[in-house]
């Protein structure tokens, strides 16, 4: 690390710009991105009283997490970046998933891409979460939670939650809270869920200090004294099961009920509100959204009315404005 003088008057040597040098700086990450230049780099070691970069890291980290040099190969440009990046992309392999877990192939019209989701009409540069939204994208979000109430047979939904994963994790957590009843703290998994709608709900899990039970529950949730429950219908082997029995025993037993579920599938099935369910959430994904290695694709929510002032997300619902018009805002957060 160069040592800089003590005499403010004295400035760091310059390099002269060249064409050469300006096309070494857009190609370099490092130049382009990381830190002070070596001018405001002066500047903040004569305003800490210091000589070296290296000095304030020695004053900052405190040595027993301090590391070591690292061997590591030369920087990439960005150029040899990307070319780096395409070749393990490459690597991937494509394959038909024929059970489903939570993910599947889907098509969206043309007409509805363009004059939806791509109709500047019903968007606006801000996220759902702000309220200087536009009236178009809260009437989607609006006809979206209704869609969602109509099709899970729920009192209340919202329209705000990632992805279904999460959305398992916020229920149990708001499970616990809406269960005065119950003193326990554990939570009974479906071994039918998801796997990685349960390796959300044990990271959630770690942190309250709940107890995870992973198990049928047809034969075994009435070994356990627990505050709720999350099954998965139809489950992520693909079987529709009935889960109108285990619902009742579990209410029995005090405790509530969370349903994974799919939307398209709740066409046909009978909804799980109907069989007293008291939270349905799963992915929207199969309304169009096309699998991307990853997502998220968002998440559905739905419960019953009494559990409105508890629910996680945001609502959006229909008053007036000054003028006596009607208006769409958000109602709840």
Sequence with gaps: MTKFSDNPSEKPPTTP?????????????????????????VAMLEALNL??????????????????ALDLPAAKTEQESLAYLKELAQQNKLYDNFIGMGYYGTYTP?????????????????????????QGRLEGLLNFQQM??????????????????????????????????????????????????????????????FEIIVGKPETELNLHEVFAVQLQ???????????EPIIAQA???????????DLMALLMLKTPGEMGADVVLGSSQRFGVPMGFGGPHAAFFATRDAYKRSLPGRIIGVSQDSRGNTALRMAMQ
């Design 251 to 261: 209410h029995e037993q005090g405790a509530l009920v969370a349903v994974a579920s």
């Design 110 to 134: 043309a007409v509805i891409q363009r004059n939806v989701l791509e109709n500047p009409g019903w968007y606006t540069a801000y996220t759902p979460y702000q309220p200087e939204i536009s």
């Design 148 to 209: 969602v109430m109509d099709i899970t047979g729920m009192e209340i939904a919202n329209a705000s939650l990632l992805d279904e994963a999460t959305a398992a994790a916020e229920a149990m957590t708001m499970l616990k809270r809406m269960n005065k009843k119950s003193k326990s703290n554990s939570y009974f998994v479906d071994e039918s869920v998801h796997p990685q709608t349960l390796d959300v709900i044990r990271t959630r899990a770690e942190y309250f200090g």
């Design 233 to 243: 219908y139809p489950g992520s082997t693909g079987e529709v099961k009935d889960i």
């Design 17 to 41: 710009i060249t064409k050469a040098s300006k096309q070494l700086a857009n190609s370099n990450f490092s130049l382009r991105h990381n830190g002070p230049s070596q001018t405001e780099q």
């Design 51 to 68: 000589d070296t970069v290296d000095e304030l890291i020695e004053k900052t980290v405190p040595a027993s997490i301090a590391s070591r």
